[in-house]
Every structure is written in structure tokens, then in C-alpha cells.
């Protein structure tokens, strides 16, 4: 059976995948794994940014998806595309790739105690969100869905690290193509 791959990013604990991988397991029905490998990213370092260019990530992450569902990568690093300052992550609608930054995800970003409970949790709407663009979800107008767009932790904060009945549904048909 074909499963949805956790790709670690950088150098960092995959413990902190540990809770995550069940979540996705669960929103979207299939097996979730940890790859025992990692992707340096330096190859997609901007100096003129100190930030990583998502999309030359998600290139260079396609060929772990030739046996896999989906890839998600994690990434350590900071995350962006051209017109924005940064983002949470970035995904190719219909699949098979994603990547999902915790970089901005950590309370230490903003000068604040560390919250490794927070962190996890707002990973794991962020790994829900980005796989759900792999299965052709869109954003959703519902704030509490893991799908709702966020452009700050706030945001995230107030979703729920699963999908709202209707999106849950969608993306279960998406999950039937495979
Ligand atoms: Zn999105
Ligand atoms: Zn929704």
C-alpha cells in the first residue's frame, strides 16, 4: 500500500514527527511513515534572502514520491517564494509533493518561550493543511478548518488540526484516486 512519506528537511529531532505522522494517518486514511533519510536544503539558500526557496524544495523532493502517496517534506528552515516574505509551506494541487516549514511554527521565532506542545500542534494543521492541496483542496472559508489560509500563527492558532466535514469528505475522494 502506498503511504504518505514524512521527509525530514534539515537538520532537527524527527521526534517532533512522532505525533504528526498519526494525525495525517488519521485525516487522511492512509499509512504515514517517516523516511530514514533527510534532504540537506543549502542547494535552495538565498543569500540576498538568508531563506530557502520552496518551490527548488519541492523539485528536488519529487523523486522520493516515484514509490510514495504523497511526500511531504519538513523543513527546519525558512521558507519562501518570490512574492512573499515568507511561507508555512507550499504545495503542488493534485499532488504529489508538499513541504511545510515549522521555522515561524516555534514560539522562540518571536522572542517567546519555548512551547514544544504548541509547536507540534500547529505542525500538524500546517502538515494537514499543505497534504490537503495535494488532494485538490482549496482554502476554506471555515477559520476552524485546517484548510482556512493563515499568514500568521494567530491564525493557525485558531484552526483545528483536522479537516471540517465537508473538506474531510472532499479530500477522502481525492485519497480514492490513488
Ligand atoms: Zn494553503
Ligand atoms: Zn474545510
Given at each position: 500500500?502506498?503511504?504518505?512519506?514524512?521527509?525530514?528537511?534539515?537538520?532537527?529531532?524527527?521526534?517532533?514527527?512522532?505525533?504528526?505522522?498519526?494525525?495525517?494517518?488519521?485525516?487522511?486514511?492512509?499509512?504515514?511513515?517517516?523516511?530514514?533519510?533527510?534532504?540537506?536544503?543549502?542547494?535552495?539558500?538565498?543569500?540576498e534572502?538568508?531563506?530557502?526557496?520552496?518551490?527548488?524544495?519541492?523539485?528536488?523532493?519529487?523523486?522520493?514520491?516515484?514509490?510514495?502517496?504523497?511526500?511531504?517534506?519538513?523543513?527546519?528552515?525558512?521558507?519562501?517564494?518570490?512574492?512573499?516574505?515568507?511561507?508555512?509551506?507550499e504545495?503542488?494541487?493534485?499532488?504529489?509533493?508538499a513541504?511545510?516549514?515549522?521555522?515561524?511554527?516555534?514560539?522562540?521565532?518571536?522572542?517567546l518561550?519555548?512551547?514544544?506542545?504548541?509547536?507540534?500542534?500547529?505542525?500538524?494543521?500546517?502538515?494537514?493543511?499543505?497534504?490537503?492541496?495535494?488532494?485538490?483542496?482549496?482554502?476554506?472559508?471555515?477559520?476552524s478548518?485546517?484548510?482556512?489560509?493563515?499568514?500568521?500563527?494567530?491564525?493557525?492558532?485558531?484552526?483545528?488540526?483536522?479537516?471540517?466535514?465537508?473538506?474531510?469528505?472532499?479530500?477522502l475522494?481525492?485519497?480514492?484516486?490513488?
Amino acid at each position: 500500500m502506498k503511504m504518505l512519506e514524512l521527509l525530514p528537511i534539515g537538520s532537527f529531532d524527527v521526534r517532533l514527527l512522532h505525533d504528526v505522522a498519526p494525525a495525517l494517518a488519521d485525516a487522511f486514511r492512509v499509512p504515514c511513515h517517516i523516511l530514514p533519510v533527510r534532504v540537506d536544503p543549502e542547494f535552495a539558500f538565498h543569500p540576498e534572502r538568508q531563506q530557502y526557496h520552496s518551490s527548488e524544495i519541492l523539485q528536488a523532493i519529487q523523486p522520493y514520491a516515484s514509490c510514495a502517496w504523497r511526500v511531504l517534506g519538513v523543513a527546519a528552515v525558512d521558507l519562501y517564494i518570490p512574492i512573499l516574505t515568507f511561507v508555512f509551506g507550499e504545495a503542488q494541487m493534485g499532488g504529489p509533493c508538499a513541504v511545510v516549514s515549522f521555522h515561524r511554527l516555534m514560539q522562540e521565532f518571536y522572542g517567546l518561550p519555548q512551547d514544544v506542545d504548541l509547536l507540534i500542534d500547529r505542525l500538524i494543521k500546517e502538515s494537514v493543511h499543505e497534504v490537503g492541496h495535494t488532494v485538490d483542496l482549496t482554502h476554506c472559508d471555515d477559520y476552524s478548518c485546517a484548510m482556512a489560509p493563515s499568514h500568521a500563527v494567530e491564525w493557525i492558532d485558531l484552526k483545528q488540526p483536522t479537516l471540517c466535514a465537508n473538506c474531510q469528505s472532499r479530500a477522502l475522494e481525492g485519497v480514492g484516486q490513488r
